[in-house]
T-cell receptor, first 113, second 115 residues
Framework: GENVEQHPSTLSVQEGDSAVIKCTYS??????FPWYKQELGKRPQLIIDIRSNVGEKKDQRIAVTLNKTAKHFSLHITETQPEDSAVYFCAASANNAGNMLTFGGGTRLMVKP | EAQVTQNPRYLITVTGKKLTVTCSQNMNHEYMSWYRQDPGLGLRQIYYSMNVEVTDKGDVPEGYKVSRKEKRNFPLILESPSPNQTSLYFCASSQPLGRITGELFFGEGSRLTVL
């Protein structure tokens, strides 16, 4: 089955700096890669996703890049703000597995004011 | 309001005492799933259901049961809970577009402690 590894497990940045979280996956059939944000004590919520027919997607201060050859994808947050502090999860899914998502271990991002 | 509702939100129980965590969604989603969240391990899938009467094992199904008799409900059953099932549990639902994976909508979570 799919295996998703996520790094780093914790990341501390200064407000205004950029943050990058990286994930690798094992199943070459995977073609959907979402990112979820979980604030303290809350449920995970989708913030951005990318499908394998594109290499990059951007939404305001967040962007995701995908390298299918290397089987890795990354989340980029620019101009970080204290409200970006949360745990971020990457995930991967192959459509032929139905809707089954495999999540990475999570990254705790702390943005220091 | 579109939502996924789990109950109970918090539960402390003892080893071997059967319990059920209910999950209900009002979005008419076909797909429902249960995850457990443990520090450093991310979200691990327990069971999922593609539609009524269709369920399948995820990555960590041992010790759990599910049923999907109605589209909106997907209860998680722990027949004989053990301390290693102490965790934070999330129910989630999604509406795939054909076979294309869709956004997962999570419930608020159920924190279970087994003594």
């Amino acid at each position: 089955g799919e295996n998703v590894e996520q790094h780093p497990s914790t990341l501390s940045v200064q407000e205004g700096d950029s943050a990058v979280i990286k994930c690798t996956y094992s199943d070459s059939a995977s073609n959907y890669f979402p990112w979820y944000k979980q604030e303290l004590g809350k449920r995970p919520q989708l913030i951005i996703d990318i499908r394998s027919n594109v290499g990059e997607k951007k939404d305001q201060r967040i962007a995701v890049t995908l390298n299918k050859t290397a089987k890795h994808f990354s989340l980029h947050i620019t101009e970080t703000q204290p409200e970006d502090s949360a745990v971020y999860f990457c995930a991967a899914s192959a459509n032929n597995a139905g809707n089954m998502l495999t999540f990475g271990g999570g990254t705790r991002l702390m943005v220091k004011p | 309001e579109a939502q996924v509702t789990q109950n109970p939100r918090y539960l402390i129980t003892v080893t071997g005492k059967k319990l059920t965590v209910t999950c209900s969604q009002n979005m008419n989603h076909e797909y429902m799933s249960w995850y457990r969240q443990d520090p450093g391990l991310g979200l691990r899938q327990i069971y999922y259901s593609m539609n009524v009467e269709v369920t399948d094992k995820g990555d960590v199904p041992e010790g759990y049961k599910v049923s999907r008799k109605e589209k909106r409900n997907f209860p998680l059953i722990l027949e004989s809970p053990s301390p290693n099932q102490t965790s934070l549990y999330f129910c989630a639902s999604s509406q795939p577009l054909g076979r294309i994976t869709g956004e997962l909508f999570f419930g608020e979570g159920s924190r279970l402690t087994v003594l």
